[in-house]
Every structure is written in structure tokens, then in C-alpha cells.
């Protein structure tokens, strides 16, 4: 293999690995927004319930914020791993709000 091969090869390979991460990336925060929106509509009819469906309730939001700070922690790790250091812009579209009582 003549080194122009080699570096079209090896060129080529890093487009697919630059792909992958952004792809993951994506899913990611995929995921996290799905989970954040998913804690908002419960936390809108938490209210609106009581007794047994409101602690029913407030155990799947719990399991959906545990949840959606475990893929907040996962897209700040894949970020890290490609060398972004700044997290604001996670914090501004991702954030996670507290817990409901």
C-alpha cells in the first residue's frame, strides 16, 4: 500500500470515527430530552392527583430525574472525551429540575 492509500485509508476511518461520536452524541441527547419532557408532563399532573397515584406518581418522576441525570452525565462525559470542556450549553438546554415533593 503506496502512503497516499494509507492516507486516504486512515482519513477515511477517522470520518467514520468523528461520525460515530457526533451520532452518539445525538443519541444522547436524544434520550435526555425525551426524559426531561417526559418529567415535565408528570410534574404537571402531579398536582391533579392524590393518594396512592400521587406516590405512584412521584416515584416515576424520581426514576425519570435519576434517570435523566444519568444521560446528563453520560453526554458530559462523551463531550469531555472529544474535548469539550464547557458544559454551559448543556446546562441552558438540558437542565434538571429538582425534585417534586
Known sequence: MNARARDQALSSIESEIRAEMAASLGRVGSRLKTLLSAMAELAASIPLLSGVSHQQ???RYRKLRDEARLYRWYLIVQREAIGLRNHAEVDRFY????NLS
Open 57 to 59: 406518581a412521584l416515584i
Open 95 to 98: 437542565p434538571i429540575p429538582s
